[in-house]
């Protein structure tokens, strides 16, 4: 198992203590060293592989509207000061990494990060990279989309996998217990405005006994939520329901 040494479970009133202060305290004081200009997006240098865990983001082209650097670096920041601040994961919380689908080197990480797929249309070469990398035991994080963008990230997604299946999840997938406990699937979060999420998933072999490949936080935006968190833009609980969710994500996948 690559996760080692990590908190096994807090109280519930511990958890919401820590989480708040560092919401407060700790992603507010991040400071970020940005290296280079992309199409205006400033990327920093990826974090050199030496076994630890780092949070990688997947890039596509840049169309108009495209949205793969959304929420980039903030919420991965943030995202890692919870990290550091409630578990013992030995990671890069100061740096992560950006990623193309067809390159190699994303088959070091083995949790990823996929942004705004309604603007996603992957090359036969990115598809095919994509594809190997979860085939090889890759685990992919779709967030920040609506219901209007979900025809296209159908349609692309089943040209990485076809004939995938997305199922909505239940409650009991050992996804949603893997560091926190959710309570609940049935919350009603602020952005998109008054729209319903859910969370769908894609599993190997369409079977949902076996490993989950990816996770969709389907009309959810929760990188929107840890990127404005010590901003008070959204409540303090959907906030700290966005990192439980992500934490959750993240040992799932360098667990199975």
Known sequence: MYVMGVISRFSPRVVRTVLVLALLAGAGAIAVAQRGRNRGVWVEDNVPY????????????????????FDYPTMERNLMTMVREVTYLRAHFYGSNIHFMDDPELLKY?????????????????????????????????DDFRFNEWVNFERQMLRVLPGARFQRMELNHPVFDSFFRITSLQMQYPHPPHQPSAFLGIY????????????INYDNDIGDYMEHSEQGWWPVNISNDAYKFMMNYIFYGLAF
């Open 50 to 69: 030496d076994g630890k865990f780092t949070f990688a983001r997947l890039r596509y082209a840049d169309y108009n509207g495209s949205g793969w650097w």
């Open 204 to 215: 190997e072999d369409n079977d949902p006994k076996k490993r989950l490949m990816v996770v």
């Open 110 to 142: 083995p949790v990823s990060y996929l942004s705004e797929p309604g603007y996603w249309y992957p090359s036969e070469s990115e598809v095919l990279g994509l594809r190997t990398y979860l085939q090889k035991g890759g685990f992919v994080i779709v």
